[in-house]
């Protein structure tokens, strides 16, 4: 289970990093409808490489509380408002990078041939 938090942490960190710093426009479909989605601009793509690098520490103080802290304890109030105030700018930095990004078709789309 901790090497797929790991991988998982490591994935956020990356794709945060390269976000962050290349900052590409590209395009997300939409999760059920291939044809719909999102274009992101690169203030856009800013955002969300820092939303996932935000996630990222978050993840990584819950690893180090949870698995490299020999008393494994629950952290105390300070690492609480931190890992909160963490996961709280994540969504922020996540949400205003959907909300940048412009909602329309995507011009790549070919609907699949029907054979029978």
Not at 24 to 45: H, K, N, T, V
Not at 57 to 63: F, K, L
Not at 64 to 85: E, I, N
Not at 101 to 110: I, K, L, S
């Amino acid at each position: 289970m901790r090497s797929l938090q790991v991988v998982m942490l490591m994935l956020c960190v990356l794709g945060g990093l390269f976000l962050l710093v290349r900052a590409p426009e590209f395009f997300l479909p939409a999760q059920w409808d291939p044809s719909i989605g999102r274009s992101f601009d690169p203030l856009a793509s800013r955002l969300l490489g820092a939303g996932l690098l935000a996630l990222a520490a978050a993840g990584a103080g819950y690893i180090h509380a949870m698995y490299y802290s020999m008393p494994r304890r629950l952290p105390g109030p300070a690492a609480q408002r931190r890992h909160f105030t963490l996961l709280l700018a994540a969504l922020v930095l996540i949400g205003a990078a959907l909300a940048r990004a412009e909602p329309g078709p995507n011009t790549d789309y070919r609907p699949p041939l029907r054979t029978l």
